[in-house]
């Protein structure tokens, strides 16, 4: 089947970033919370909950969701601790494009914006990272932290990707095959980020810390510390308007959100929504933003196709490089 262009979620996302850098307005609406609470006998109640936000806000927030507050407190001290060594001591470890791995300092450059992005990260990719871990002596325990972060990570995610295959007529496993962390391919990744401290004449001289986008993925994890705001989103009929919507940082919540992957998987049944993380306004003060982010992304050989065939069938591996490619500076 031609593929349609017009409808591709991936082209067309990203037109649909081009056209909203500006500030906008801010907008009250809820971000669902979810508890998986009793995930098996409480499953059904469970799918509908996630459905209804998935296809509506594209994002929300779940608790009760079994990962360690310790661990979480680790991750955070080690990304902390990495992103505070020199930057010539972390350039070491350089991102590479094609592994999707390692650190990255003012490279991505969102199409929403056509400026670079006022923070650094740090990129996991288990089976890429040859190379790639910062020295042990000078980040004790970080490589044991971020991959058991990972682990922990992707259980949650499987396990809310596993209510998304029910309703879509997929049998259980079928996400859960698709992200196999021992299949060939692996490509799902742990993100630590540091936003750098901005002024709100910065903000509004159109330096942003993560411009207008949406994610490439599956389903995101996002870990947020408290008082460390900025998260943003611009779901459905809003992105036509600019009306933005702030996330809670909430520390023992996760915020979740549906990526391309998925929308594209579901026919579009899915929400992968606009989010941003915006600087001070006047009276703001905006010191130093951590986060922590797990993507849920297929595996290489993993054929995305939608059910009914509205979209050209598309490997993982080829999908995650067109955006990666779209939203970094070479």
């Known amino acids: 089947m031609a593929e349609r262009t017009d409808r591709d979620p991936s082209l067309r996302e990203l037109a649909l970033e081009a056209t909203i850098g500006g500030i906008g ?11 998986l609470d009793r995930f098996e006998p409480r499953r059904a109640e469970i799918t509908d909950e996630l459905w209804s936000a998935a296809t509506d806000v594209g994002f929300f927030q779940l608790v009760d969701h079994g990962i360690d507050a310790e661990l979480i407190d680790r991750s955070f001290a080690a990304a902390e601790a990495f992103f505070a060594l020199p930057d010539e001591i972390k350039a070491r470890v350089p991102w590479r494009r094609e592994l999707n791995a390692g650190w990255e300092s003012r490279s991505q450059v969102r199409p929403s914006t056509r400026v670079s992005d006022q923070k650094e990260s740090y990129q996991m990719t ?19 932290t971020l991959e058991a972060m990972e682990r922990a990570s992707w259980r949650v995610a499987m396990d809310v990707l596993s209510c998304f295959a ?165």
């Open 25 to 35: 307005v801010d907008a009250d609406r809820p971000i669902p919370v979810i508890s």
């Open 126 to 144: 288990g089976p890429n990272m040859a190379g790639l871990w910062p020295d042990a002596e000078l980040v004790p325990g970080f490589r044991v």
């Open 166 to 330: 029910d309703r879509l007529g997929f049998d259980r496993d079928f996400f859960a095959r698709a992200h196999d962390p021992d299949g060939d391919g692996y490509q799902s990744t742990v993100r630590l980020l540091h936003y750098f401290p901005m002024s709100a004449a910065d903000f509004e001289g159109g330096q942003w810390r993560a411009g207008a986008h949406t994610d490439y993925d599956c389903l995101t994890l996002l870990f947020q510390r408290e008082g460390q705001s900025g998260l943003q989103v611009c779901p459905g009929e809003d992105a036509a308007s600019g009306r933005w919507t702030s996330v809670a940082t909430d520390q023992d919540r996760i915020t979740c959100n549906i990526g391309d992957m998925l929308m594209r998987w579901s026919d579009d049944q899915l929400r992968s929504t606009l989010h941003r993380v915006r600087g001070p306004r006047p009276g703001e003060s905006s010191p130093s933003r951590y986060s922590v982010a797990f993507f849920a992304q297929a595996n290489k050989p993993a054929l995305i196709e939608s059910p009914s065939g509205s979209f050209q069938s598309i490997t993982a591996a080829d999908f995650l490089q067109q955006r990666i490619a779209a939203n970094f500076a070479r």
